[in-house]
């Protein structure tokens, strides 16, 4: 592989993250093939498991709905073949409901927001064909995350709005809000 065809396969790799992260479903059209799948998607809402640009959008403002000032910093990437390897760090602050799904597709719980900030490590494997990505994966640092937001360990007033927000999140869910 060429160096050029690495160069490009890295770009594509970082655009889409940050298409994920701040972008537009018409942005991540022109990087993500239409049956592109999110193999992260089953802790996540619905229509983020879906497939192609809709559904990664919908990745993005699931995480955009909890936490402000989201930034991704790139450290590596290794790319082999049709695989893209992106390293880095993920950092925002948790503004609102942070809403994890059951495979089911039904809210298993809700974090409520502790206004801190976090920054964790992340690696994204992306498999980009033709030019556009086709399949991703991630292995993240949640168990960080949480020490840093304050969801651990958590105090008897953060169960409590906790559970708060996690019976809004169930009626919401129901109702279609």
């Not at 993240?140 to 105090?155: C, E, I, N």
Request: glycine share 8%; net charge negative.
């Amino acid at each position: 592989m060429s160096d050029t065809s690495i160069t490009a396969l890295a770009d594509i790799a970082e655009r889409a993250i940050r298409g994920v992260f701040a972008g537009s479903v018409a942005d991540l059209a022109a990087l993500v093939h239409p049956a592109a799948i999110n193999r992260e998607a089953m802790a996540e809402p619905p229509p983020t498991r879906g497939t192609g640009p809709a559904a990664f959008h919908a990745t993005g403002e699931w995480l955009r709905a909890a936490f402000s000032d989201l930034v991704w910093a790139t450290e590596q990437e290794v790319v082999q073949d049709d695989l893209v390897v992106t390293y880095g760090t993920m950092s925002g602050r948790q503004t609102g409901d942070f809403v994890v799904w059951t495979p089911e597709g039904a809210v298993e719980r809700a974090f409520a927001p502790t206004g801190r900030t976090f920054t964790v490590r992340q690696a994204h494997f992306q498999r980009i064909v033709d030019g556009l990505v086709t399949e991703h994966w991630a292995v993240r640092d949640d168990q960080g995350m949480a020490v840093q937001l304050g969801w651990l360990p958590p105090s008897p007033g953060y169960l409590l709005r906790c559970h708060r927000a996690t019976k809004r999140a169930r009626r919401e869910s129901v109702s279609g809000s």
